[in-house]
C-alpha cells in the first residue's frame, strides 16, 4: 500500500514550473518575480499584450534564458542552466514565434529530425513523423521544401515538428498568429486534441481572447512582466485589471 | 508492392551510383582512347573529386566554412608517402622518423588506410576545439590550422625533409586505383548525409537555435561530420601524393585550398552531386586558361599567350560569374535527379505511406 502514496507523491512533483523569476536585460526587466506551473496534461493560457514578457518566459522554460532570479524545476529536478537540448531531452518542446523551420529540408525530413533527436531509429521517427503530419493536416505536403510552404502551413509544420519528438510539455508561441478565422479554429481543435492523443501538456500563447478562453483550464495574464491574474478562465474573466490590460493590448495593435 | 520497395531504395542510392556510373564510363573512356596527358588531366580529377568531398563533408552539411581541410590531406600525404617509400631513402634522408616507419614498407593502398585514419585523428583533436566556436570564428581557427600545419611541415627537415622535397614515392596504380578510392569517399559522403546524424546536422545547418530546440546536439554532430571529412580529406591527400611521385607541404597549401574551394562553391556546396560538377566544370576551365599561359603559335609564328598568374585571376571571376548568376553554385543544392521512367508515380507515394501509419 505503500506504492500509491509514492506514485502520489511523485505526480505531485510532475511538472514544468517555474518560482519567482526575474530576467533582466541591460538592468531592464523583462520578467519581473513571476509564477507558472504546468502540469501533465493541462492547457494554460499565457496571454499578455505585446513586449508583456510571453516569449522570454518560454525562453526561461526551455533553458534558452537563463533567469536573473528565481527556480526552474522539471519534474522535481533543478533545471536552471540546463541547455536547451537537455531540457528538450527532458521532456520539453517549444514553437518559435518566428517559424524558424529547416528552411532547405523538406517537409517530412522537418518532422523526422526531431523524432531521430530524441532517439528513434530513421524508420521510426519517419513513421512517427507520418502520422503527426497527417493530424495536423499536412498529409500531401511531405516532399515539398519547407521554406517555400505558406506562412500557415509552416506553423503547423513547427508544431508537429516540436510533437514528433513525444514530448511531456510543449509550449506553443502563438501558433495561429496570422491565421484566418476558419484556420484558426482548426488549429486549436488540433490543440484541444494534444492532451488526449499526445499526452502532453500544453502551454498556449495565443492573442484571441475567446480562442484562449475556450480553451484553455486556466489561464495566466502578463502585463509589462508581471502577473496580473492567474486562474479559471472564468475568474479571469471578471477581473476589471485583466481586461483594461488587455483590450488596451487590442487597441494598441 | 515489391516494385515499389525497388523503386524507393534505387531513390534512395540513385544519387552516387548514377555519379560513379558516369565518372566509370568517362574513365574508361579515357582510359581506351586518351593521351597520356589525357590520362593523368583526368586522374587528377578524380582526386580532386575526393578532396572536394572531403571539404563537403564538412561545409556542405553543417553550413560552417571550414578552409583549413588541405592540413588534412597534408597530413594524409605525408603519412602514405612515409609509410611506403623506400627504407633506404629514409634512413639517409628523414633520420628524424622513428625507427620502424624508416623500415616500414607498406603496399601503396594500404598506406591510404593509414593516412586516412591518422587524418581522423588529427581532425578529432582539432576538432573537439572547432566546432566549438561560432561560425566566423571557427573558420579563421581552421585556416590558422593550415598555416600551423604548412610551417611545421615545410620545416622540420628531419621528417618532412623541409623545403626539399620527398621523391621516390611510389605509384598507387593506374587511373582505375584513384578512381576506386574516389567511389568510396562519394559512397562515404552520401551515407554520412543519408544518416541520422547526417540528417540532424543539415537541421542544424538551416536553422542552430531551431536545432537545439529540437534537442539535436550541434556541437557533435559537427564533430563527427568534421572528423569524417578529414579522414577523407587524408584520403585524398594520399592518393595525390601517390600521383605526383613527389612532395613538399606547398602542395596542400594555397593554391590548392582557393582552387578546392572554387570547384565547391561553384558546383554548389550544398549537394554532392554539386562537388563533381563542380569539379569537372572547374579543372576544365583552369585547364584551358593554363594552356592559354602556355599559349598557342599564330600562323605568322608568334606567340599568343596569358600574362602568367592569369589563370588564377581569370578562375575567380568565372567564380564571382557563376555566383552572380547562381547564387547556391551550378546545382543549387538538388541532386542528380532519377530518371523519370524510374520515378514513383505520386499516387503510389501516399498509398505507401498510408499502410506504413
Ligand atoms: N534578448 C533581449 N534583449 C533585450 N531585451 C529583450 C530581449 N528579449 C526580449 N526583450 C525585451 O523584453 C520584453 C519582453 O519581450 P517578449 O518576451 O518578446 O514579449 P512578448 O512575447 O510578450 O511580446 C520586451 O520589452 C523586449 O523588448
Ligand atoms: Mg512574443
Request: some cysteine; hydrophobic content about 50%; glycine content about 10%.
Amino acid at each position: 500500500m505503500a506504492e500509491p502514496l509514492a506514485e502520489t507523491a511523485t505526480r505531485a512533483r510532475e511538472a514544468l514550473e517555474i518560482k519567482h523569476v526575474s530576467v533582466l536585460f541591460d538592468g531592464l526587466a523583462a520578467i519581473s518575480d513571476v509564477s507558472l506551473r504546468l502540469a501533465p496534461r493541462e492547457i494554460v493560457g499565457l496571454v499578455g499584450p505585446n513586449g508583456a514578457g510571453k516569449t522570454t518566459l518560454v525562453n526561461v522554460l526551455t533553458g534558452f534564458q537563463k533567469p536573473t532570479k528565481g527556480t526552474l524545476h522539471l519534474d522535481g529536478a533543478d533545471a536552471r542552466g540546463w541547455s536547451p537540448a537537455r531540457v528538450r531531452g527532458a521532456g520539453v518542446a517549444r514553437t518559435f514565434q518566428a517559424g524558424r523551420l529547416f528552411k532547405k529540408l523538406d517537409v517530412l525530413e522537418n518532422a523526422q529530425v526531431a523524432g531521430i533527436a530524441s532517439g528513434l531509429s530513421k524508420a521510426g521517427a519517419r513513421r512517427r513523423a507520418q502520422d503527426v503530419l497527417e493530424q495536423v493536416g499536412l498529409a500531401d505536403a511531405h516532399d515539398k521544401i519547407a521554406g517555400s510552404l505558406p506562412y500557415t502551413d509552416q506553423r503547423r509544420l513547427d508544431i508537429a515538428r516540436a510533437l514528433c519528438s513525444a514530448p511531456k510539455y510543449i509550449l506553443l508561441d502563438e501558433p495561429a498568429a496570422g491565421m484566418s478565422d476558419s484556420e484558426c479554429e482548426e488549429l486549436m481543435g488540433i490543440i484541444r486534441s494534444l492532451p488526449a492523443v499526445h499526452g502532453c501538456a500544453v502551454l498556449l500563447i495565443e492573442h484571441n481572447m475567446h480562442v484562449v478562453m475556450s480553451l484553455s483550464d486556466r489561464l495566466h495574464v502578463l502585463d509589462g512582466g508581471r502577473t496580473i491574474i492567474e486562474g479559471l478562465p472564468e475568474e479571469v474573466q471578471k477581473h476589471e485589471a485583466f481586461l483594461s490590460a488587455y483590450l488596451g493590448a487590442e487597441v494598441a495593435e | 508492392m515489391q516494385n515499389d520497395k525497388l523503386k524507393s531504395l534505387l531513390e534512395t542510392v540513385w544519387t552516387p551510383f548514377g555519379l560513379i556510373a558516369g565518372l566509370a564510363v568517362v574513365t574508361l573512356f579515357v582510359q581506351l582512347m586518351g593521351t597520356g596527358t589525357v590520362q593523368s588531366f583526368w586522374t587528377e580529377i578524380l582526386i580532386r573529386i575526393i578532396l572536394v568531398t572531403g571539404f563537403y563533408i564538412f561545409i556542405g552539411n553543417s553550413g560552417v566554412f571550414a578552409f583549413g581541410h588541405a592540413a588534412f590531406a597534408c597530413v594524409g600525404g605525408y603519412v602514405a608517402a612515409w609509410l611506403s617509400m623506400d627504407a633506404m631513402f629514409k634512413q639517409i634522408m628523414l633520420t628524424g622518423l622513428p625507427g620502424w616507419v624508416q623500415s616500414a614498407h607498406v603496399a601503396p593502398w594500404l598506406s591510404v588506410f593509414a593516412a586516412m585514419a591518422a587524418a581522423a585523428v588529427a581532425a578529432l583533436v582539432v576538432g573537439a576545439v572547432i566546432v566549438r566556436l561560432s561560425d566566423i570564428a571557427a573558420s579563421i581557427a581552421t585556416f590558422a590550422f593550415l598555416l600551423v600545419v604548412n610551417r611545421i611541415y615545410s620545416n622540420w627537415d628531419s621528417v618532412t625533409g623541409g623545403a626539399a622535397p620527398l621523391t621516390n614515392i611510389p605509384s598507387l596504380g593506374g587511373i582505375w586505383a584513384s578512381f576506386v578510392f574516389m567511389a568510396g569517399a562519394l559512397v562515404i559522403a552520401w551515407l554520412f548525409q543519408q544518416s541520422r546524424f547526417g540528417l540532424m546536422l543539415r537541421a542544424s545547418r538551416d536553422d542552430e537555435v531551431a536545432a537545439m530546440a529540437t534537442g539535436i546536439s550541434v556541437y557533435r554532430m559537427r564533430l563527427v561530420a568534421f572528423v569524417l571529412s578529414g579522414a577523407v580529406m587524408g584520403c585524398g591527400g594520399a592518393v595525390y601524393s601517390f600521383f605526383l611521385g613527389i612532395l613538399t607541404a606547398d602542395v596542400f597549401y594555397m593554391s590548392l585550398t582557393f582552387l578546392l574551394l572554387v570547384m565547391l562553391v561553384v558546383g554548389g556546396a550544398e549537394s554532392l552531386t554539386g562537388v563533381v560538377v563542380g569539379v569537372v566544370a572547374v579543372s576544365c576551365v583552369s585547364e584551358v586558361l593554363r594552356l592559354g599561359e602556355e599559349g598557342v603559335a599564330l600562323p605568322n609564328g608568334d606567340m599568343l599567350a596569358l600574362p602568367l598568374g592569369m589563370q588564377q585571376i581569370l578562375l575567380g571571376i568565372f567564380m564571382v560569374f557563376v555566383l552572380i548568376n547562381r547564387a547556391d553554385g551550378i546545382t543549387r543544392g538538388s541532386e542528380l535527379p532519377l530518371p523519370k521512367a524510374f520515378r514513383k508515380p505520386q499516387s503510389i507515394v501516399s498509398g505507401e505511406r498510408k499502410t506504413a501509419s
